[in-house]
C-alpha cells in the first residue's frame, strides 16, 4: 500500500486561493488598491473584522425566496461593499488629524539630556577663594619687591615656587618660563601664571605647559636637562660633584633615560600629560626637597644607580667614545645574555630605526630592561625582541629559535640540558595563554612571573639561578625591592670593594717606590717636604 504524502506547499496555495475568492476579501482588496492608485493612503482594516474571516471555503446556503437573483462568481456586490465601509473603524492618522492641536504638542519629543563634562585632559577646574588669590599674589609681589630693581635670580627663584605652591625643585622650569635672561620681574612672572591658571589645573598640566613653555602638549628629554642641573647644583646630597663637572652630562643623561624609560609608556619619545599624571615622577621630584640622602630617592635620581649603570658600560665600551657595538654588548654579564636576543637590539626592535652602534641612552634602556624584566617597559622590551615576525604573538617557532641558543650554553657550562618541548611546556604551564599555540603581549602581563619566562630563553645564568635559588631565602618585615634595585645595591657594593682593594695596591705601590728612593720611608719625605728641605 503506498503513502500518500500530503504537499505543504499545494495546501498552502489552495487556502489562500479560497481567501481570496470571498465576496469581501475581494472587496477590500479593490478598495485598498483603489486609495493607492489615487495616492492615498487605505484604511487600517479593523482586527475584529479580520478575525471574523474564515479561510475555510464558504457554505452555500440555498436563497431564502425565489426573488433573489443568483450571484455571479467573481462580481462585485456594491451594496455589501457601501455596508463594509460604513462598518470600518477610523485608521488612527485620521484620528490623528481630527483631534485638537494640544495633542501633537503633547507627543513632541522632550528636550535633549545635558550630559556634563567628564574628561578633563589638562585637570578638573577647581573654584578657588578669591581672597587667598590675592594674599598669594601680594606676598609673590613682596619677594620681588624685596629685590634690587624688583628683579629676581633663578637661584633665588625657589621662594615663588613655594609661594605658588609648586615644589621646590620646579623653580628652574618656572624660571626659564617667565624669563630668556638671568633676572626676572613681577610682570613676567605675573604673564606666565594667568597663563597656567586659565588653562591648566592640576599638577601634571602644569609642569607640562612649564617645561615646554607653553611651546608643546608633551615633553622630549632635551627638555629635562636644566631641571637636572638645577639638581646637581642645589641639592644637598650632590655638593661632592661641584668639583667633578665631567660627571655632569653624564649624570644628566642616566636620568633623562631613567625618566623616559618609566613615564614614556607609548614609546614615542614623547611625554604626554596623561602618562605623566599616571607616573610617579612628580611625586619624586616632590621628594627631594625633603630628602638630603640623593641616594634614598631611589627611583630616576639616585647617584648609587648612575654610578652602577655607568660603570657597567664603561667595561664594555673599551675605547670610551660612548659608543658600543655588538661585539661590546656581548661582553655584557660575562655573555650570559643571548647572542640572538642582542642581534635583535640592532634591528630596530627597540630602537627607532636599524643601527650598528647603540648609544649609552640606548644601554640604560637596555641595562634597567635586562635587570628588571618585571617592569611593564621590560616586558614591552623583550617581546619586542622575541616577537621576531611582528605580528604581535610569539609564537612556539621564535620560542624554539631563541631556545636553540640558550642550549648551546647550556653544553659549554657543561649544565644538564632540557629538551626544547619540555622548555616549551614549562613557558606554556607558566604564562598559561589564551591561545595554546601563541603568546601575546597581555598574557605575559597577566603572568606572575614574567622574568622567569623571559630569563628561560634570554639568560641562562639567570634562569639556572631561579632554579637552585632558596624559595625561603626572603626574610619577613623586609621591604620588598625591584629587581633592579637588589641588582643595584649589589653592584654599588662590588664595585666599592674593588675601588678600595685598587687604592689598596696603589698605596703599597707607591710605599715600596719610595722605599727604594729615600729609606727614610714616606713619613721621612713628608717631613722633609714641609720643612722646604
Not at 120 to 132: A, M, T, V
Not at 465 to 474: A, C, R
Not at 512 to 518: G, K, M, P
Request: charged fraction near 30%; aromatic fraction near 10%; glycine fraction near 4%.
Amino acid at each position: 500500500m503506498v503513502t500518500v504524502i500530503p504537499d505543504v506547499k499545494v495546501k498552502v496555495n489552495e487556502l489562500i486561493f479560497q481567501w481570496l475568492s470571498q465576496d469581501k476579501v475581494f472587496e477590500q482588496l479593490s478598495d485598498d488598491l483603489s486609495c493607492i492608485l489615487k495616492g492615498k493612503v487605505p484604511d487600517v482594516v479593523p482586527t475584529k473584522q479580520l478575525s471574523n474571516r474564515s479561510l475555510s471555503p464558504p457554505h452555500h446556503k440555498h436563497p431564502a425566496s425565489p426573488r433573489s437573483s443568483p450571484r455571479v462568481p467573481g462580481s462585485p456586490n456594491r451594496a455589501a461593499a457601501a455596508r463594509s465601509k460604513s462598518n470600518r473603524t477610523p485608521s488612527p492618522a485620521h484620528e490623528l488629524k481630527k483631534s485638537s492641536p494640544s495633542i501633537s504638542n503633547k507627543l513632541k519629543r522632550p528636550p535633549p539630556e545635558i550630559i556634563p563634562q567628564f574628561y578633563f585632559p589638562l585637570g578638573k577646574p577647581i573654584s578657588k577663594s578669591i581672597e587667598d588669590d590675592k594674599t598669594r599674589l601680594e606676598k609673590i609681589k613682596g619677594l620681588f619687591e624685596e629685590c634690587k630693581d624688583g628683579l629676581l635670580a633663578k637661584k633665588d627663584f625657589g621662594c615663588v615656587a613655594k609661594a605658588c605652591g609648586l615644589p621646590l625643585y620646579w623653580k628652574c622650569p618656572l624660571f626659564e618660563a617667565c624669563s630668556s635672561s638671568d633676572f626676572c620681574s613681577y610682570k613676567q612672572f605675573l604673564v606666565v601664571l594667568e597663563d597656567l591658571e586659565s588653562h591648566c589645573h592640576d599638577e601634571s598640566a602644569k609642569f607640562v605647559r612649564i617645561m615646554a613653555k607653553s611651546a608643546r602638549s608633551h615633553l622630549i628629554w632635551q627638555d629635562f636637562n636644566n631641571l637636572i642641573q638645577d639638581v646637581i647644583d642645589s641639592h644637598p646630597g650632590m655638593s661632592f660633584l661641584d668639583d667633578a663637572p665631567e660627571f655632569h652630562a653624564r649624570y644628566i643623561e642616566t636620568v633623562t633615560g631613567r625618566i623616559m624609560y618609566s613615564v614614556n609608556r607609548s614609546w614615542t619619545s614623547k611625554i604626554t600629560t596623561t602618562e605623566l599624571r599616571e607616573s610617579n615622577f612628580l611625586k619624586v621630584l616632590a621628594s627631594l626637597e625633603d630628602e638630603p640622602d640623593i641616594n634614598q630617592v631611589s627611583d630616576y635620581f639616585s647617584y648609587e644607580h648612575f654610578y652602577v649603570i655607568y660603570c657597567k658600560f664603561w667595561e664594555i665600551d673599551t675605547d670610551h667614545d660612548l659608543i658600543i657595538n655588538l661585539e661590546d654588548i656581548t661582553r655584557h654579564a660575562d655573555g650570559t645574555v643571548n647572542p640572538r636576543a642582542l642581534q635583535r637590539l640592532f634591528q630596530g626592535t627597540v630602537t627607532h630605526k636599524r643601527t650598528d652602534t647603540l648609544t649609552y641612552f640606548d644601554f640604560i634602556r637596555f641595562l634597567l630592561a635586562e635587570e628588571d624584566k618585571s617592569h611593564p617597559t621590560a616586558i614591552e622590551y623583550w617581546f619586542r625582541i622575541m616577537d621576531l615576525d611582528g605580528d604581535g604573538y610569539i609564537s612556539l617557532y621564535e620560542l624554539e629559535y631563541f631556545y636553540q641558543a640558550q642550549l648551546e650554553k647550556m653544553r659549554l657550562l657543561g649544565v644538564e640540558e632540557c629538551s626544547v618541548l619540555d622548555c616549551i611546556c614549562q613557558a606554556l604551564d607558566l604564562v598559561c595563554p589564551k591561545e595554546r599555540t601563541k603568546i601575546s603581549l597581555s598574557d605575559i602581563k597577566k603572568c606572575k612571573q614574567p622574568s622567569l619566562f623571559f630569563n628561560i630563553f634570554l639568560n641562562i645564568q639567570k634562569f639556572l639561578d631561579h632554579e637552585l635559588k632558596d624559595p625561603f631565602s626572603t626574610k619577613e618585615g623586609e621591604a620588598p625591592l625591584s629587581d633592579w634595585e637588589k641588582f643595584a645595591a649589589r653592584e654599588y657594593e662590588e664595585l666599592i670593594a674593588d675601588e678600595e682593594l685598587n687604592k689598596q695596591y696603589e698605596y703599597e705601590d707607591d710605599f715600596e717606590d719610595e722605599e727604594e728612593e729615600t729609606p727614610l720611608g714616606s713619613a721621612a719625605k713628608s717631613a722633609v717636604e714641609a720643612y722646604g728641605m
